[in-house]
Structures are given as structure tokens and as C-alpha cells.
């Protein structure tokens, strides 16, 4: 039986991919978390086979989470869950230790195997996936600036690039307003632009926005 624990804000979602889930009898959901606080916490005193995450949970991003899981759990398979297309985050993803990607947009029998086949240790990636990967490889040293920025700089670019004000994207995040400012002002300086604009029409260009 794989025992997994879900991570996502969304109570509906968490109970929408359990009933899908059911449809599996080897896999049983043993366990919820509505952000990166509480499936940390969970992780560190309840064994689970794996975790179903979803990217953008409220306070810290997916990614960090991700990346605090593999520094204590290092064998633990995460498969990352997303609203957003593989172009935005896949490679992040993979590159933080993530043993598959998904869109919500998969079909439940997708989901579930990729549960299986990650559960038993492999990875799971699309075609499209893989092709990037190893454009990234190949291009592993012409980085292209926004593979300068941290993860939640890149988050919030994406946000931002997609139209969202700088105070939409503090309540999306449960930040504030002042430190999205901050980062905005990071963004900007790293990529050597000066407004919006700037950053919206170079997200489009490279296919980071929906």
C-alpha cells in the first residue's frame, strides 16, 4: 500500500484528488497539509511512502518547501502538482529534487500512474518534459536571466508578468506588500530592466506566462 500525504491550500482539491485516488486500491491518502508549515511538521513525525504537492501553497512557495523536504527526507519521493504549464516550473521542479511534474489539467488516469511509478522510486516525465531537460543541459551554460533568480523571485515575475499588482500578489502569498517590493526590486535590478513592461513583454517572449 502506498501511504501518501497531499499538500494543497485547497480543501476542495485535496478532496478532489482523494476521491480520484480511490479509484486505486494500493494507494491510500493517509494524510492532508494546507501549507509548507504543516506538511514539514507532518513529515517530521509521520512516515509516508510519498507527497503529492502542490507548487503554489500560500506563505512559502512549493519549490522551498521541496528543497527543505529533500535536505531531511533525501529518499523521499515528491511528485509537484501545478495549475501552471510545464514551461513555467517543470525544470525548477526536477532541478529541486522532484521526482515528477504534473498540470491539474492531467487526466486521473495520469495522475495515478504517475503515483505509482514515482512511489516505486522512478520519475516521472512527459515527453515534452524530457525535451527540455535536455535543451537545458545542452544550454547549461547560457543561462537566460530568468534562470538568475531565486524561486520565489521567479514566482512572482510570472505573477507579475500575468497582471497581477504587486498587492495581489502579497495576498496571493500571504506576504507583504513591502517585501513583493523588494523582490520586485530585485527582479528588476538581476534582469537589468525597469518597469513591468519590461518584465511582462521578455515573459512572454520565453513562454513563462499562461
Do not use: W
Amino acid at each position: 500500500m502506498i501511504r501518501l500525504i497531499i499538500a494543497d491550500d485547497h480543501t476542495l482539491v485535496r478532496k478532489g484528488l482523494k476521491q480520484l485516488i480511490l479509484e486505486s486500491p494500493d494507494i491510500s491518502v493517509v494524510d492532508e497539509a494546507k501549507d509548507g508549515r504543516e506538511v514539514i511538521k507532518k513529515l517530521e513525525t509521520s512516515q509516508y511512502d510519498m507527497v503529492l504537492m502542490d507548487i503554489s501553497l500560500p506563505g512559502r512557495s512549493g519549490l522551498d518547501v521541496l528543497k527543505q523536504i529533500k535536505e531531511f527526507k533525501p529518499d523521499l519521493p515528491v511528485l509537484m502538482l501545478s495549475m501552471h504549464p510545464e514551461e513555467q516550473y517543470a525544470v525548477r521542479s526536477i532541478r529541486a529534487g522532484a521526482s515528477g511534474y504534473l498540470t491539474k489539467e492531467s487526466a486521473p488516469a495520469e495522475l495515478l500512474s504517475a503515483i505509482h511509478k514515482v512511489a516505486a522510486g522512478g520519475k516521472y516525465i512527459t515527453s515534452t518534459l524530457a525535451e527540455k531537460l535536455a535543451v537545458e543541459i545542452e544550454r547549461k551554460t547560457d543561462a537566460v536571466l530568468h534562470e538568475t533568480l531565486s524561486d520565489r523571485e521567479y514566482q512572482i515575475l510570472c505573477m507579475m508578468a500575468s497582471g497581477k499588482t504587486v498587492k495581489e500578489v502579497a495576498e496571493i502569498l500571504s506576504l507583504s506588500v513591502k517585501t513583493i517590493s523588494t523582490h520586485r526590486a530585485h527582479i528588476l535590478q538581476k534582469m537589468g530592466m525597469k518597469n513591468n513592461a519590461q518584465l511582462t513583454h521578455y515573459a512572454i517572449k520565453h513562454g513563462l506566462v499562461d
